[in-house]
């Protein structure tokens, strides 16, 4: 059963929202997942930590390496050996970014968490607006892109089409041009660690768990170096797996289609009936029948084919695997069991 409460409603007695957060020196997490970032690795580190060191807060930067093939983990582990604030979660292989995000986050320390891309198209210079509006009490703030820069055409249509079919059939709306860039209160962080679901699409997630809201426009760049590592499947993959994560529509559909296909069926017959009792029966006619059958079979394959996805899923989180496994854990309190999937 899911833990009894996920929601984190005022109760009466509760201090007003943003007290305590200003009365002392918080501590900040920001959460950065690199696959194959090597070249941005110094750069990265470079423009984060000034901005980290003139916030007025404590702060970690919790690096995940999602199972690179370059020299990623190296650079990370120079930067960590140079500065133990910052801190390197290695993972035994490529888990892709929503899990890399998802082991991030079941590492922080902070009172407040940032999630943020390694390429640098997340500025860092957002980092003290985050943190202002949380001190004003707000439990999560986005950042919310005002360009899509270094984006195809294709992409943007793809997009485009991805949140209109999304809006439509989920319960959650996905906020547009919000990525993973944003802030969240500590309480935010520790109801997504106790989602057990293994599809983690994340922008559902983030949008579903609610909480106080504020945002920030922001101008999104270029990536600094090295390459997208979303190509157009992968991206189709992701939107497949939001979508079946939280609408139940695609299973529920066929029932709807059926109620048409048999109603449609039904009068066929009756017409059929009267028409034989009228004019006698009159043989032709195969065209029609292999017709509806094929049609029909095609619509039943079709179900099955999205009935066989969600068992799948069922399948996959039955088996209850770990989420994400950690090969070595560099600059935490007790290593052993930050190294512990
Ligand atoms: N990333 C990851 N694992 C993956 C793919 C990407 O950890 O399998 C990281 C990547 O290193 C970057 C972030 O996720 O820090 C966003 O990736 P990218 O910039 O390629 O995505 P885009 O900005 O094009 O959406
Ligand atoms: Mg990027």
């Known amino acids: 059963a899911p833990p009894a409460t996920m929601t984190h409603d005022p109760k009466p007695g509760d201090p007003k929202p943003g007290r305590g957060r200003r009365a002392r020196r918080p501590r900040l997490s920001v959460v950065i997942p690199f696959y194959n970032e090597g070249a941005n690795v110094d750069a990265l580190f470079d423009r984060l930590v000034p901005v980290l060191d003139r916030l007025d807060a404590e702060w970690e930067v919790v690096c995940v390496n999602d199972g690179s093939r370059d020299d990623t983990l190296d650079r990370l582990l120079d930067v960590h050996d140079r500065d133990p604030r910052v801190k390197v979660v290695d993972l035994s292989r490529n888990f892709g970014k929503e899990l890399a995000l998802s082991a991030g986050l079941g590492h922080v320390t902070g009172d407040a968490v940032v999630p943020m891309d390694a390429d640098l198209q997340h500025p860092p210079e957002l980092l003290p607006q985050f943190l202002a509006k949380w001190r004003e009490g707000y439990d999560v703030v986005v950042a919310v892109r005002n360009a899509r820069v270094g984006q195809s055409f294709k992409h943007r249509m793809f997009a485009r089409a991805f949140y209109w079919i999304f809006d439509n059939l989920s319960e959650v709306k996905l906020p547009r041009e919000v990525g993973d860039f944003r802030l969240m209160d500590r309480r935010v962080v520790e109801v997504i660690n106790r989602m057990p679901e293994r599809t983690r699409f994340m922008k559902g997630i983030f949008a579903w768990v609610g909480f106080r809201q504020a945002s920030i426009p922001y101008e999104q760049g270029e990536r600094a170096g090295g390459e997208t590592k979303w190509g157009f499947l992968k991206l189709l993959r992701l939107s497949f797996d939001g979508l079946t994560a939280f609408s139940t529509f695609p299973l529920r559909v066929w029932s709807l289609v059926g109620m048409a296909v048999s ?64 090969r070595s854990a560099h600059g935490f309190e007790d290593e052993e069991a930050a190294a512990a999937p």
């Open 263 to 326: 109603g449609f069926a039904f009068v066929y017959i009756v017409i059929r009936v009267i028409r034989t009792l009228l004019h006698g029966i009159d043989v032709p006619g195969y065209e029609s029948l292999l017709a509806a059958v094929l049609f029909l079979g095609g619509v039943q394959l079709i179900t099955l084919g999205i009935l066989g996805d969600y068992l799948g899923r069922v399948f996959n989180e039955v088996k209850g695997r770990p989420l994400y496994i950690v």
